[in-house]
């Protein structure tokens, strides 16, 4: 579980998010919505500390992140998996080195169980075949499972998923939000996941938070996010033609 | 002030950076393959232009020696000197900063940009020690050989290139580069091209690994590590020299 106490992060004077408080749950996928500029990068950045809070607390089962130390923020970070919106894999490695990397960083295996590891993950996210293609032989929804592949192969504790299935076709963002739904509930992660990708909201919004304006504006799941009377929400819910004919084909 | 600021950076960078590495096994690989490719990979172009230097600074010396009372011996002797002092860990390394600089810059930029360092760091790697300490040690380490071998080659082009010129004869170049022989010269050289190797490594690390933004900002951060780099070898090579020569 992550929870976040009054956290409050400005750039130049300018707020960006302000004073927000939430719970992220263990085994299940938490939605992070918003139009571009709300501040769902600049959380979830907060939530890595790839940028420091100016204000409030973010607590990883207790352990307070934001007072660590930099070595105790390395030791908490062990138990992250990020699944970048590029995938972020290293160029100059094969994907089952990509996989492996965190493998030989930070575990005790020896090289036959790493690659059994390497096997297990790969296979996982039905890549068992791309063992040796370099990131560049391969299209972007298999960059994306590759990079989900990496971010599971330690056992995190907490998966973040910045924007994972954005340049993607619908269909191959469908399996994508399908493997993360099925990893977090399989291995019990707290997953958290950027998207403005209605779709996504409604396969795989197990908790969703709506953000505005930096501020934390509606929180609920993909059953009432479709019934809310929040006006912002509705907004960002039915701003595509596709969403509007379903609101009007249920209410016909 | 910036100025300031940006130095305190770059030596809070360099503090970093100098951390012990999370994974010894790892680390040394990444030494092999830097040694490799910033080391053995400049060889060539460092033999050509030791080569074809030195050749010149041999024609050059002979045909400004119109004197009579200086004897034609001092070609070789001014050709090894000029080649030791400065030529090979001076301008070599002005060479390297323009080669291996902008390639540090922009392979760490690039990894900036596509969020590579940031994978690295939520991991849990030091991501500046990981990717920048195997860099600086193997130029540290290698690049001392390369100048050494831009020596040999570049007095071995001079005698070659001056002799097929017919402006000075073996017996009078081999006797020059044996007169008046300082064997500090070597060590004055070799201390100045770690200082380089230092220079060039960590300031181009410098600019890439904090690039920002898309492809122009890392070529532009590419070009800045260029130009600083230069600029402090110049500087420090200047100080060097006053301080171990004078």
Known sequence: MIDIQHISKSFDGRV????????????????VIGSSGSGKTVLMKCLVSLYQVDQGQILYDGRDFTESSEEEKREIRKDFGMVFQGGALFDSQTVAENVAFPLEMFSVMQPAEMRDRVDFCLNRVNLSSAHDLYPSQISGGMKKRVAIARAIALNPKYLFCDEPNSGLDPKTSIVIDNLIQEITEEFNITTVINT???????EIGQKIIYLNKGKKWWEGDKNSILETDNAEVNDFVYASELFKRIRRASHS | MAVFQSLGHYFLFVWVVFSKPQQWRRFWKQWLYEVNSLGINSLPIIAIISMFIGAALTIQTAYNIDSPFIPLYA??????DSIILEFSPTIISLILAGKVG???ASELGTMRVTEQIDALEIMGVNSGSFLVLPKIIAALFINPFLVIISMFIGITGGWIFGV???????TEFVYGLQSFFQPFYITYALIKTVVFAFLITSISSYFGYY???????V???STKAVVYSSIFVLVLNYLLTQVLLS
């Open chain 1, 16 to 31: 960006i998010l302000d004073d927000i408080s939430l719970v992220f749950e263990e085994g299940k996928t938490n939605l």
């Open chain 2, 164 to 170: 097929l010129a017919g402006v000075v004869s073996t």
């Open chain 2, 219 to 221: 070529g532009s951060s």
């Open chain 1, 196 to 202: 403005h990708d209605m779709n996504s909201v409604l």
């Open chain 2, 211 to 217: 690039a920002q933004g898309g492809a122009l900002e």
């Open chain 2, 75 to 80: 070609v070789g002797l001014a050709t090894r």
């Open chain 2, 102 to 104: 902008s390639s540090i």
